[in-house]
């Protein structure tokens, strides 16, 4: 009782004097009490009494549990209890976080101040692991090796310490770029978990290339931003251009940690964002691969690669990386296919195939016209359910070769302000893998995309298209009638998916695609209807009209155009050189004179240039072989030829009404 006595008092009295070292007003002489001093003066005197070995010895100054705090400093009330805000006395590591609390209040002055660990708290920064695991040698301070026990995130890369240590993938919670990549670990884990999940978009954050394309992902994603922007490559796909060569594999090596700039041609052969990078109608894999005579190809990065003003993937009509004349092709690495003519007198074309307006498919509401190929058979579709009024569509089927198209006119709405992002809608939309994209203007100004995919999907062409018909409408099969019966159709393991985008406006998109099966590559004239369909001539507006007679009615129409912009002229030709016409070509003849003088008269300075719509199966002119000291090669889908007119105005002129394929002299 005496010595609790005396406890209390020294209690007392400690903390009077903590009140005065913290600032507080000194008491006054009249506060003291005379009973109190004569109290204790009785116990400190019946103390001295007590045998030594019987004293209970109390230091308010001492450090009971060794931790480096004294008593007071952890019991800061005095009243012998663990309040909450205090650290135990009696137990140097009061949150059993392996820290001893002295060593945790680094300035040892009772409080959690910034830069210290928390006694009170194991895990003082929250992320998962006790101080004394992070500070593993127990020492306070942060050494090589060791993870902050102050920042959750020690290496900043976004993805905690804990998860980091105790991720399989071997993450490295000091390192924000594990693989040396150039991409922060946070950046490629996007959900932060540790685990590599591809299926969400991730790249590898331990592995510097995630699609073996010899590219690190940092070479891929420049700005890492985790976003395929213009200008770069996909770090998740090795073919980013689906043009059938890795990306890394466009490049040439470089040192280590050097990137490719795609663009430069020193550093990339053919640029790996681009499936043409020339842009010449050609794929990079099918320059590269090409053989147009002993051995030699074309340029991926020049896109007229003979120098003919004819691009390389017109020459090649069928763009397979090989010259076949009986196709009417030119070639691409000789100016001077025959010869005798430079090719640059002479781009393919097929102008106004067929003696009769082609069939139109025509919606007012939707304000389109399109012309398609008359040997495909047409159905109008109707869309039930909450469809906004523009929609319109047909589909188009030819059953040997097979080969089934649509047509769709619906609204981009918000999310699309150009062909392109409206492609990328749809290309989800539609799966499979794209390949060889071009961007280019429509003949009425339209912006227009126009990409191929291969979807790897077995079943009826017919099924097949209807199916895409109505995943691009965004309705169910049973919402759309018209369709034609998928029986019949012919079954693939794959097919091949053209498709046009046309960007009129927010509230008009057209979608035009051929799908042709793939079991095997397509034939020619699989491929010349894919392109009849698909090549964008033959969409108008209902105010566009085709040109008639005097008698009103309708002549043939050039729905179908491939020509280069070179050569630019100013008078243009179109003869029907058949023997039925043989009187207006007479009359031609005769006229030529006063056409030529009419316009030599004025001080125009004119270019000409002449085609001809006819020609004989095989290529001849009314089954004639020769003729004005030419032979003539078989034209097949290429159409006829273009040639320009030179001096011999008259006899030039003549001889080429009589044979387009003519003498040039």
Not at 277 to 287: H, I, R
Not at 308 to 333: A, M, T
Request: one cysteine or more; glycine letters at 10%.
């Amino acid at each position: 009782m005496q010595s609790g006595l005396l406890r209390c008092a020294l209690a007392a009295l400690v903390t009077a004097a903590l009140a005065m070292a913290c600032g507080e007003d000194k008491p006054q002489p009249q506060d003291t009490t005379p009973e109190l001093e004569v109290e204790l003066e009785e116990e400190l005197e019946v103390e001295e009494d007590v045998q030594p070995d019987e004293v209970d010895i109390f230091d308010p100054f001492g450090d009971s549990d060794g931790d480096g705090l004294p008593d007071y400093l952890e019991d800061i009330n005095g009243n012998g209890l663990v309040d909450v805000g205090e650290t135990d006395p009696f137990n140097p590591d009061t949150d059993n976080d392996g820290l001893p609390d002295g060593l945790e209040d680094g300035n040892g002055n009772g409080f959690f101040d910034l830069g210290e660990t928390d006694p009170l708290n194991g895990d003082t920064d929250g992320d998962g692991l006790l101080d004394g695991i992070e500070d593993s040698n127990l020492n306070g301070i942060q050494d090589e090796g060791e993870t902050s026990p102050l920042e959750p995130d020690t290496d900043g890369d976004g993805i905690r310490d804990d998860i980091e240590l105790n991720s399989e993938l071997g993450l490295d919670p000091l390192n924000g770029d594990t693989d040396g990549d150039g991409l922060p670990d946070g950046l490629e884990d996007r959900n932060k978990n540790g685990a590599f999940e591809p299926e969400e978009g991730e790249t590898h954050p331990a592995k510097a290339d995630t699609d073996d394309d010899k590219l690190t992902d940092g070479c891929e994603d420049t700005n890492a931003n985790g976003i395929v922007d213009d200008g770069e490559t996909d770090p998740r796909k090795g073919d980013s251009d689906s043009d059938g060569l890795l990306d890394g594999d466009e490049c040439i090596a470089l040192p280590a940690g050097a990137c490719p700039a795609f663009d430069n041609a020193g550093n990339c052969p053919t640029d790996p964002t681009k499936s043409d990078t020339d842009g010449d109608g050609l794929s990079d894999f099918t320059e590269l691969t090409s053989d147009y005579g002993g051995g030699i190809r074309t340029d991926p990065r020049n896109p007229d690669t003979d120098g003919d003003n004819v691009p390389d993937g017109l020459e090649d009509f069928n763009q397979n990386g090989r010259y076949d004349p009986s196709l009417g092709e030119l070639n691409p690495i000789d100016p001077m296919t025959d010869g005798m003519t430079p090719d640059g007198q002479r781009p393919q074309a097929q102008a106004c195939v067929g003696n009769e307006a082609p069939p139109i498919a025509i919606s007012p509401q939707a304000d389109l016209q399109f012309a398609y190929p008359e040997a495909l058979s047409a159905s109008e579709l109707a869309i039930s359910g909450n469809i906004p009024p523009i929609v319109a569509a047909w589909t188009f089927d030819h059953a040997s070769p097979a080969v089934q198209g649509f047509i769709i006119s619906k609204r981009a709405g918000t999310a699309a302000s150009n062909a392109l992002q409206q492609e990328a809608i749809d290309a989800a939309t539609i799966g499979g893998s794209s390949t060889f994209p071009r961007s280019f203007q429509l003949w009425d100004g339209s912006d227009a995309r126009l990409s191929q995919y291969t979807i790897s999907t077995s079943g009826n062409a017919i099924a097949q298209r209807n199916q895409l018909l109505a995943r691009l409408l965004g309705v169910a099969e049973s919402a759309i009638s018209g369709l034609p019966p998928s029986t019949g159709g012919v079954s693939a393991s794959k097919f091949e998916l053209n498709v046009l985008t046309v960007y009129r406006s927010a509230d008009q998109v057209l979608l035009v695609g051929a799908l042709l099966p793939a079991d095997s590559a397509p034939s020619d004239l699989q491929r010349v209807l894919s392109i009849k369909l698909t090549d964008g001539t033959g969409i108008a507006r209902v105010a566009d009209h085709f040109a008639i007679n005097a008698d009103g009615q309708a002549m043939k129409a050039c729905n179908i155009f491939r020509v280069t912009e070179l050569p630019i002229v100013d008078f243009l030709f179109v003869v029907d050189d058949t023997y039925s016409m043989e009187p207006y070509q007479t009359a031609l003849i005769n006229a030529t004179n006063e056409i030529f003088s009419a316009v030599q008269s004025s001080f125009v300075s004119a270019r000409w240039t002449i085609a001809s719509t006819e020609a004989g199966e095989d290529g001849s002119y009314n089954g004639a072989t020769s003729h004005c000291g030419v032979t003539s090669s078989a034209q097949g889908p290429a159409g006829m030829i273009w040639a320009q007119f030179t001096a011999d105005y008259e006899a030039g002129f003549k001889c080429r009404v009589r044979d387009p394929l003519g003498n040039q002299s």
